[in-house]
């Protein structure tokens, strides 16, 4: 007999949301870059990586891995 398991992903408080979101935009303003979180966090994150990275293209492998790793908690 085979038992199934579900895991359930705690939602985020709204405290929370407005950290995230504060430290992405912090992230955004300290690269110079005029780009903001929207809440879309796979995506906030891959822009701001891909963002560094064009800055710094000793990041660029750093920034595939980080965008892959947030798409795979993509909602």
């Known amino acids: 007999m085979t038992e199934t398991i579900t895991i359930r992903r ?3 408080s709204d405290l929370e949301v407005v950290a995230a979101l504060g430290l992405l935009n912090r992230g955004f303003a300290r690269i110079g870059e005029p ?5 879309a966090w796979p995506a906030d994150v891959s ?3 891909h963002a560094a990275a064009r800055q710094d293209t ?3 492998d ?3 891995r ?3 790793l947030a798409a795979r908690y993509a909602d």
Not at 35 to 39: K, L, M, P, S
């Open 10 to 12: 705690a939602e985020p």
């Open 66 to 68: 980080i965008a892959a």
């Open 58 to 60: 000793t990041l660029t």
């Open 35 to 39: 780009d903001h979180a929207t809440g």
């Open 47 to 49: 822009r701001l990586t």
């Open 62 to 64: 750093l920034a595939t």
